[in-house]
């Protein structure tokens, strides 16, 4: 069974940094890309950040930019978002999801994921 745990969330001060993991089990990562997404109360889904198999990434979401970092442990089956100098406005729930293929979807669409993890609450806050 194909599953995907997010951690590593919580409440961080304006500027501050957070590492989220997603640990992956039923599947190797290594075949797949992975992606973090995030929805913000009353507003859609968006992508943030994108892994392939070849360490590659794709940025979804260009306020992150200089900020915002993924990363891929294939040994132990677990992805990471790195996250620096937090502003309020990345206040969300926090999600990885598994690509339906070994490559990111230049868009980020939600359906290029067939997999996803249940979510971890990232709040910045003073």
């Known amino acids: 069974q194909v599953q995907l745990v997010e951690s590593g969330g919580g409440l961080v001060r304006p500027g501050g940094s957070l590492r989220l993991s997603c640990a992956a089990s039923?599947?190797?990562?290594?075949?797949?890309?992975i992606g973090w997404f995030r929805q913000a109360p009353g507003k859609e889904r968006e992508g943030v950040l994108c892994?392939?198999?070849?360490?590659?990434?794709?940025t979804y979401t260009d306020s992150v930019k200089g900020r915002f970092s993924i990363s891929r442990d294939n040994a132990k089956n677990t992805a990471y978002l790195q996250m620096d100098s937090l502003k309020p406005e990345d206040t969300a729930v926090y999600y990885c999801a598994k690509a339906r293929a070994n490559y990111c979807s230049t868009r980020g669409r939600a359906d290029s994921f067939d997999a996803w993890g249940q979510g971890t609450q990232v709040t910045v806050s003073s």
């Open positions: 039923g599947f190797t990562l290594d075949g797949y890309g």
């Open positions: 892994i392939d198999t070849r360490y590659g990434y794709t």
